[in-house]
């Protein structure tokens, strides 16, 4: 059973700053890797897919890396509009969410 | 466009039955390649994926949920029906439903939810 982890939990971030965000498979799943970013009472929404390709209407500012075990989001220059929870999900056999890490004002 | 709506109740008491309806509009569950998918949210907690349907009306399952839940469509209505047995409080969640795409990048088959309705909470509770 494959696990996933996302680090960290919390990161507080001043507007203007970049942004780190870490997600962890315990098995390889190729580039076979989305984020989201949520605000609170919205639905998901999709900003990356295939670990690294933006989708429709993304801003530059996020880019995703990474390959089998270890993925990474950045936020170039955090805008307000970015504070929130973000989401990896892999796909194997099925979908499977991580626990999300929650960028916050610092 | 592309759009997803989810409807049923809003509150379920222990041990009851949940049907889910969502209904879509933008593209069509025939096409190769699409699915819809459902995916719930226990208040204040991560994101949960439960089931999936695809055009060709293959259908999965979370694992750990399989034996309660099943998953149908009707192309003609753009509809898909999620059904859940024996609810309990711990079901308590925004339920969501997402269509999902397969894309090709750098050669290998990506999977993920593009398009997602904005959510219903469901509460169970006696």
């Known amino acids: 059973e494959i696990v996933m982890t996302q680090s960290p939990a919390t990161l507080s971030v001043s507007p203007g700053e970049r942004a780190t965000l870490s997600c962890r498979a315990s098995?390889?799943?190729?580039?076979?890797l989305a984020w989201y970013q949520q605000k609170p009472g919205q639905a998901p929404r999709l900003l990356i897919y295939g670990a690294s390709t933006r989708a429709t209407g993304i801003p530059a500012r996020f880019s995703g890396s990474g390959s089998g075990t270890e993925f990474t989001l950045t936020i170039s220059s955090l805008q307000s509009e970015d504070f929130g929870v973000y989401y990896c999900q892999l796909y194997t056999n099925w979908p499977l969410f991580g626990p999300g890490t929650k960028v916050d004002i610092k | 466009q592309i759009t997803l709506k989810e409807s049923g109740p809003t509150l379920v008491k222990p041990t009851q039955t949940l049907t889910l309806t969502c209904t879509f509009s933008g593209f069509s569950l025939s096409t190769s390649g699409v699915g819809v998918g459902w995916i719930r949210q226990p208040p204040g907690k991560a994101l949960e994926w439960l089931a999936l349907i695809y055009w060709d009306d293959d259908k999965s399952y979370s694992p750990s949920l399989k034996s309660r839940f099943t998953i149908t469509k009707d192309t003609s209505k753009n509809q898909v029906v999620l059904t859940m047995t024996n609810m309990d409080s711990v079901d308590t969640a925004t339920y969501y439903c997402a269509r999902k795409r397969i894309t090709v990048v750098r050669g290998a088959k990506v999977y993920y939810f593009d398009y997602w309705g904005q959510g219903t909470l469901v509460t169970v509770s006696s």
């Open positions: 098995q390889s799943v190729n580039s076979n």
